[in-house]
């Protein structure tokens, strides 16, 4: 009998589970873009956990092991910034990446009252590309971060809160 993947709060004690895998998954990415300067690849433990402090974090776990990870925080403005989702290479095009997305976006909205939600990716990243236009993101903007690695910046409206009457 196979076990399912469940996903949850991230404590402090996720910090080095996620490092680890964060590094792992942002190897394709700086592959295609032929940049290993890349944040993801660089960042370290007590900056990941000093970044994990200031925001949701979910991670999505078989068994003991984080398989997955999304983090997020929300402005003043009511709008969320999404970033740091990652899947485990061997539980990719399972809808992980999809369930963890949806996930931090429901957190955000109800624990922080998120109005729209913001996020990017490599412009040669084709894989999240089509799952954030599959989730409802539309590009609005680009930025050249260096010679060969340009972003998307994706968007989209939260969902309005359906409103019972008693």
Do not use: N
Request: hydrophobic share 40%; with cysteine.
């Amino acid at each position: 009998m196979g076990m399912s993947v469940t996903i949850s709060a991230a404590g402090d004690s996720d910090a080095e589970q996620i490092l680890k895998l964060q590094y792992l998954c942002y190897q394709d990415e700086a592959e295609l873009h032929g940049d290993w300067s890349i944040e993801p690849l660089t960042q370290s433990l007590d900056a990941l956990r000093a970044e994990l402090a200031g925001s949701r974090v979910l991670v999505a776990r078989l068994g003991a092991e984080v398989v997955g990870s999304v983090r997020g925080t929300v402005g003043a403005d009511g709008t969320a910034v999404i970033t740091g989702l990652i899947v485990h290479p061997r539980m990719r095009r399972h809808g992980l990446g999809g369930r963890l997305l949806t996930a931090i976006e429901e957190r955000l909205a109800e624990e922080c009252s998120a109005k729209r939600y913001r996020l990017a990716t490599g412009r040669r990243g084709e894989g999240g590309l089509r799952l954030y236009r599959r989730c409802g993101y539309a590009p609005v903007g680009t930025e050249r971060v260096t010679r060969t690695l340009t972003l998307i910046t994706l968007e989209k409206d939260a969902a309005p809160a359906f409103v019972t009457s008693a």
